[in-house]
């Protein structure tokens, strides 16, 4: 079991789209035990959250639970995955949004958009937890939030009220 | 430290001796070893992978080993690097129980493939899964490892606890351990309660895992010992929560126990005087330093090392005086 050679995060970036699933499988593992150096590939790793390989998801999951913030910048390109469909993909975009706080200001039409409009539990109450960890900055989504508040479902409605008094609605 | 289990041992109950070696009991051959002090010793001191002997390696004769390992994405490719496998089956093969964590595959065999590996050099060690859980698709299930010999499982006991508020993202797997090595009505039982935090909402989660223990505490009336372990993604300084719990501690602090030895994430939550049973005796198995490897190596088995407590093998009441205070395994009510 040797060591691996030292992590270039740009050709494991690129080997997360190959078409053999061997190689994305790995390279997805690489970025993972990389830890936080893996940030720059926050953005892939979110992506392959929609692989159609189960390895490859649960590795950039894994990368994804530990690897903290995104660097500053990354923002339009979640906003983007958000807003993609695949549920995983837009569960860990809003993940990686609202551990971002104030600097996703600009994501919180799209997370509003989730929180209302998504059909998976996971990641609506997702979105409404990104938009407290906004915070004030995130005062459009009040309605919405509040209206989710008052809903079934007992996690969305905390998430949403915990949100509702992060933002101060 | 002496043992309350030391003078009601018995000839059926086994003598220590002091050494590595064997002894025979009711047609089961029991592997003994010295005791506690000696075991942590080796464990200081432990060889290369290379110099381990071969065959069923000694435990202390006077305590039971539980540990609490995150085998981060323990799945097909993991289990597909041999010496990953034999460095994980090694570490199990160190402790009476192992609560796992991060079970991650698509296929069910798994954790039976890897206890097959665990039993290569004659242990016969058992396991328990639990089911996969997780909001999304990405799910993980808990397993319990153990050493059959020193450990019985209550086959009635396990359960997912109940979390209809939804308020952890994978609920604990609780299920009931009894010692086999003195006899059963003075042996040591106890819940498990195996846990994975999600790490965007570590405070909520402590909240909701208090109220967990305090459940667990009251699950049946002649149980008093609960053990809450696994990766909490946190350290005793966020455990503000677990005040709560009258007499709450846990058993690794001030150091770290992830493999880059930059965070104290794992650790054993159990309640004093309740558990008497801790032998006050714990520690972080460092991957890097056990097996002399890089930490790109280690990172390999998992960016987790392992956590582990040591508890007395038979019942200690309370107020430190010795005997019964659970019954045998019954089912919960």
């Known amino acids: ?169 | 430290m002496p043992s309350p289990c030391d003078h009601r041992r018995s000839p059926s109950c086994g003598e220590p001796t002091g050494h590595r070696g064997t002894r025979v009991r009711a047609g089961r051959t029991h592997r003994t070893a010295g005791g506690l002090v000696a075991w942590c010793l080796a464990l200081v001191a432990w060889p290369a992978i290379a110099q381990q002997p071969a065959g069923p390696q000694p435990k202390p004769w006077d305590a039971i080993l539980v540990a609490s390992f995150n085998i981060q994405v323990f799945g097909e490719s993991k289990m597909a690097k041999a010496q990953v496998v034999e460095i994980l089956a090694r570490i199990v093969r160190r402790f009476d129980i192992v609560c796992i964590q991060e079970v991650r595959a698509k296929s069910d065999e798994i954790v039976p493939a890897f206890v097959r590996a665990v039993n290569a050099d004659g242990s016969r060690y058992q396991h328990f899964i639990g089911p996969r859980e997780g909001r999304t698709n990405s799910k993980e299930q808990y397993a319990f490892v153990f050493d059959s010999d020193r450990i019985e499982l209550d086959p009635s006991s396990p359960t997912v606890f109940p979390d209809p508020s939804d308020r952890l993202h994978r609920p604990p797997l609780c299920a009931r351990f009894r010692t086999r090595v003195i006899p059963v009505q003075m042996a040591f039982t106890f819940w498990l309660v195996a846990t994975h935090t999600d790490p965007d909402e570590v405070p909520q989660e402590l909240e909701a895992l208090t109220d967990v223990f305090l459940g667990m505490q009251r699950a049946r009336p002649d149980e008093d010992d609960v053990i809450m372990l696994g990766d909490l993604n946190a350290g005793p300084p966020e455990f503000k929560s677990f005040s709560r719990i009258p007499g709450i501690g846990w058993a690794i602090a001030n150091t770290t126990t992830n493999t880059r030895r930059t965070k104290t994430y794992d650790n054993l939550v159990f309640a004093w005087p309740a558990t008497a049973e801790y032998r006050g005796v714990s520690g972080v198995l460092d991957l890097q330093s056990t097996f002399g490897i890089p930490l790109e190596t280690a990172l390999e088995v998992s960016d987790h090392n392992p956590v582990w407590a040591a508890f007395h093998p038979c019942e200690v009441a309370p107020q430190g005086a010795i005997g019964p205070v659970a019954a045998q395994p019954q089912p919960l009510r």
Do not use: F, N
């Open chain 1, 1 to 169: 079991m040797a060591a691996d050679a030292p992590v270039d995060i740009a050709t494991l970036v690129a080997s997360l789209t190959d078409r053999a699933a061997a190689t994305r499988i790995d390279a997805a593992e690489r970025l993972c035990r990389a830890g936080a150096a893996a940030s720059p590939a926050i953005v892939a790793l979110v992506s392959a959250c929609g692989d159609d390989e189960a390895e490859v998801r649960d590795w950039a999951v894994a990368a994804l639970e530990e690897i903290g913030p995104p660097p500053a910048g990354m923002v339009h390109e979640l906003e983007h995955l958000l807003r993609g469909g695949q549920p995983l993909v837009a569960y860990w975009a809003a993940t990686l949004l609202g551990r971002s706080g104030q600097a996703a200001a600009s994501a919180v039409e799209a997370l509003t958009d989730c929180l209302t409009t998504a059909t998976d539990s996971a990641v609506t109450q997702r979105a409404a937890w990104a938009l407290g960890k906004i915070g004030p900055a995130a005062a459009a989504a009040v309605a919405p939030l509040r209206h989710a508040a008052a809903g079934q479902d007992p996690r969305l409605a905390r998430l949403a009220t915990e949100a509702l008094a992060a933002i101060g609605g």
